[in-house]
C-alpha cells in the first residue's frame, strides 16, 4: 500500500518550509489542502511544482473524504495533508484521515514542522516542561468564563489560540479567572517581520491591549497555578505537607 503523509506547513515564513514537505509536494500522488487556493499560492512561494493531483480537504468534508483517499492509498497511493498553516490536526483538518487509517491498518507518518504552539510555549519565557494545549478557549462569554475557571488551578503551562476580534473580552475574563499577576505571554506574528512576544502579569497586558490593539494571529501563554492557588482551589486535595500535619 502506499501511506498517508500529514506535512507541516510555514506559520508565516515560508523560509521555515521544511526540505521533506518541498519533496513531498513535488512527489505526493494527491495533495489534500485545507485550501487549494492557499496551497498553491505556498507551492508558488516555494517555486515546487505540485506533481499530484490536489483535492480540497477541510472541517467540513474530511470525514466524508477520508475513506475513498485511504482506498488510493490502499491501492499504493501517497497521500499528503497539509493545512492553511502549521500541523494538520491541531485545530486543523487531518484528525479524520488518521483514525481511519489506523481502524484500517494503512500507513500513516508525518514531516513535521512549525506549529504556533510550541513556537508561543517557547518564546514565552514560561516553564515548558509541562504544558496543557487548549485550543481556542470558547466564544461565548459564559463558556468561556467556565472553562477558564476550571484552568485556574491547572499547574502546567496553558497554551491557547485566539482571534483578533475577541482578545480584549478574553484579557478581561483572564483577569477576572486568573487574577492580575498571572505571568503570561501574548505572542502575535509568530515567524513574520512583525512577530512580538508581550510578557507580564495578566493585568499589564490587558493593559497593554486596550492601550496598543494587537493586530495579527494570536497565542496566549498562561502560567500554571503556583502552590497557594492551587491549594485554595481544591481544598480536599491536600498536600502531603498537609496530610502529615493532620496525622501529627
Ligand atoms: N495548525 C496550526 C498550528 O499548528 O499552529 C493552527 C491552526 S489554527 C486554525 C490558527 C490559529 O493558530 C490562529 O488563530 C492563531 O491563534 C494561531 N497561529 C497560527 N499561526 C500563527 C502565527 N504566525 N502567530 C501567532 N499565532 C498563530
Same mark, same amino acid.
Given at each position: 500500500?502506499?501511506?498517508?503523509?500529514?506535512?507541516?506547513?510555514?506559520?508565516?515564513?515560508?523560509?521555515?518550509?521544511?526540505?521533506?514537505?518541498?519533496?513531498?509536494?513535488?512527489?505526493? @500522488?494527491?495533495?489534500?489542502?485545507?485550501?487549494?487556493?492557499?496551497?498553491?499560492?505556498?507551492?508558488?512561494?516555494?517555486?515546487? =511544482?505540485?506533481?499530484?493531483?490536489?483535492?480540497?480537504?477541510?472541517? =467540513?468534508?474530511?470525514?466524508?473524504?477520508?475513506?475513498?483517499?485511504?482506498?488510493?492509498?490502499?491501492?499504493?497511493?501517497?497521500?499528503?495533508?497539509?493545512?492553511?498553516?502549521?500541523?494538520?490536526?491541531?485545530?486543523?483538518?487531518?484528525?479524520?484521515?488518521?483514525?481511519?487509517?489506523?481502524?484500517?491498518?494503512?500507513?500513516?507518518?508525518?514531516?513535521?514542522?512549525?506549529?504556533?504552539?510550541?513556537? !508561543?510555549? !517557547?518564546?514565552? /519565557?514560561l516553564p515548558t516542561d509541562r504544558f496543557c494545549y487548549e485550543g481556542f478557549v470558547p466564544r461565548? =462569554?459564559?463558556?468561556?468564563?467556565?472553562?477558564?475557571?476550571?484552568?485556574?488551578?491547572?499547574?502546567?503551562?496553558?497554551?491557547?489560540?485566539?482571534?483578533? =476580534?475577541?482578545?480584549?473580552?478574553?484579557? @478581561?475574563?483572564?483577569?477576572? !479567572?486568573? /487574577?492580575?499577576?498571572?505571568?503570561?505571554?501574548?505572542?502575535?506574528?509568530?515567524?513574520?517581520?512583525?512577530?512580538?512576544?508581550?510578557?507580564?502579569?495578566?493585568?499589564?497586558?490587558?493593559?497593554?491591549?486596550?492601550?496598543?490593539?494587537?493586530?495579527?494571529? *494570536?497565542?496566549?501563554? *498562561?502560567?500554571?497555578?503556583?502552590?497557594?492557588?492551587? !491549594?485554595?482551589?481544591?481544598? @480536599?486535595?491536600?498536600?502531603? @505537607?498537609?496530610?502529615?500535619?493532620?496525622?501529627?
Open positions: 500500500s502506499g501511506t498517508v503523509i500529514l506535512a507541516a506547513t510555514p506559520i508565516g515564513n515560508t523560509a521555515d518550509a521544511s526540505a521533506r514537505l518541498v519533496a513531498l509536494l513535488e512527489r505526493a @500522488d494527491i495533495v489534500a489542502a485545507e485550501d487549494t487556493r492557499r496551497l498553491y499560492d505556498l507551492a508558488n512561494r516555494l517555486g515546487v =511544482h505540485v506533481g499530484g493531483q490536489v483535492i480540497s480537504y477541510h472541517d =467540513h468534508n474530511e470525514r466524508n473524504k477520508a475513506d475513498g483517499l485511504l482506498d488510493q492509498v490502499a491501492e499504493g497511493a501517497s497521500v499528503l495533508v497539509v493545512s492553511d498553516a502549521g500541523m494538520p490536526t491541531i485545530n486543523d483538518p487531518g484528525l479524520a484521515i488518521v483514525r481511519r487509517a489506523i481502524e484500517r491498518g494503512i500507513p500513516v507518518t508525518c514531516a513535521p514542522g512549525p506549529s504556533a504552539v510550541l513556537d !508561543a510555549l !517557547a518564546l514565552s /519565557g461565548k =462569554h459564559a463558556e468561556r468564563m467556565q472553562r477558564l475557571r476550571m484552568l485556574r488551578a491547572e499547574r502546567r503551562t496553558i497554551v491557547c489560540y485566539e482571534t483578533l =476580534h475577541r482578545i480584549a473580552e478574553t484579557m @478581561d475574563d483572564l483577569l477576572a !479567572a486568573f /487574577g492580575p499577576d498571572r505571568p503570561m505571554a501574548l505572542c502575535r506574528e509568530l515567524t513574520k517581520d512583525y512577530e512580538e512576544i508581550r510578557r507580564g502579569g495578566i493585568n499589564e497586558i490587558r493593559q497593554s491591549v486596550v492601550d496598543n490593539p494587537p493586530r495579527g494571529e *494570536i497565542v496566549l501563554v *498562561i502560567g500554571g497555578a503556583d502552590d497557594e492557588t492551587a !491549594a485554595q482551589e481544591s481544598p @480536599d486535595v491536600l498536600s502531603i @505537607d498537609a496530610l502529615a500535619a493532620l496525622a501529627a
